[in-house]
Antibody, heavy 122, light 106 residues
Framework: QVQLVQSGAEVRKPGTSVKISCETSGYRFTDFYVHWVRQAPGQGLQWMGL????????AYADNFHGRVAMTRDTSTRTVYLELTNLTSDDTAVYYCAKDWCSTGCFRGMAVWGKGTTVIVSS | IQVTQSPSSLSASVGDRVTITCRASVDISSYLNWYQQKPGEPPKLLISDASNLKTGVPSRFSGGGSGTDFTFTINSLQPEDVGTYFCQQYDNLPITFGQGTRLEIK
């Protein structure tokens, strides 16, 4: 079955960076976009961007002002999220999620990872 | 595209009919999904394309609407339906979510 397995919780100091991984299985990796969505404590869902595993193309939400980078490794079927220049406002659970629209389109998040908690604190 | 969801919280009794609405800032056709999130879990996709119930989702859940106004309905609320519900538009990037509706049982 389709699975997305995320890396473990991280604690970072303000001004540093974090890189989270999301290992996928159970489907053709290059056929489906992968989204990253975060959720601050007690808050709603915020879409961060998506990556197209076939060619590595990306689309990011504007409000991260160049601090976000999404990459992928097709040999390990893994996608990565890196967020730089962290502040306390970046404390959140970060989810990767597979789209259900195949080959060059986006619709929404059909299958989600369990989430990675990132805490930013001095 | 902004998506305004209401109400932000809701309390209802078992067996009640519950309705949540989402309004998009522009015409998004039927490009709207609904998710359920239970505490400590990732969201779960319930309905795609405004009204398409996903496989395995109980038939008491339904969605409707198009253009700018959408509804999500639970017929005969069950205790396991407690959680937070989100709408999400995909007419254009960036993908945006409604603010969420927290549903509890009276």
């Amino acid at each position: 079955q389709v699975q997305l397995v995320q890396s473990g919780a991280e604690v970072r100091k303000p001004g540093t960076s974090v890189k989270i991984s999301c290992e996928t299985s159970g489907y053709r990796f290059t056929d489906f976009y992968v989204h990253w969505v975060r959720q601050a404590p007690g808050q709603g869902l915020q879409w961060m961007g998506l990556i197209k595993p076939s060619g590595g193309g990306t689309a990011y939400a504007d409000n991260f002002h160049g601090r976000v980078a999404m990459t992928r490794d097709t040999s390990t079927r893994t996608v990565y999220l890196e967020l730089t220049n962290l502040t306390s406002d970046d404390t959140a659970v970060y989810y990767c999620a597979k789209d259900w629209c195949s080959t060059g389109c986006f619709r929404g998040m059909a299958v989600w990872g369990k989430g990675t908690t990132v805490i930013v604190s001095s | 595209i902004q998506v305004t969801q209401s109400p932000s919280s809701l309390s209802a009794s078992v067996g009640d009919r519950v309705t949540i609405t989402c309004r998009a800032s522009v015409d998004i056709s039927s490009y709207l999904n609904w998710y359920q999130q239970k505490p400590g879990e990732p969201p779960k996709l319930l309905i795609s394309d405004a009204s398409n119930l996903k496989t395995g989702v109980p038939s008491r859940f339904s969605g409707g609407g198009s253009g700018t106004d959408f509804t999500f309905t639970i017929n005969s609320l069950q205790p396991e339906d407690v959680g937070t519900y989100f709408c999400q538009q995909y007419d254009n990037l960036p993908i945006t979510f409604g603010q969420g509706t927290r549903l509890e049982i009276k």
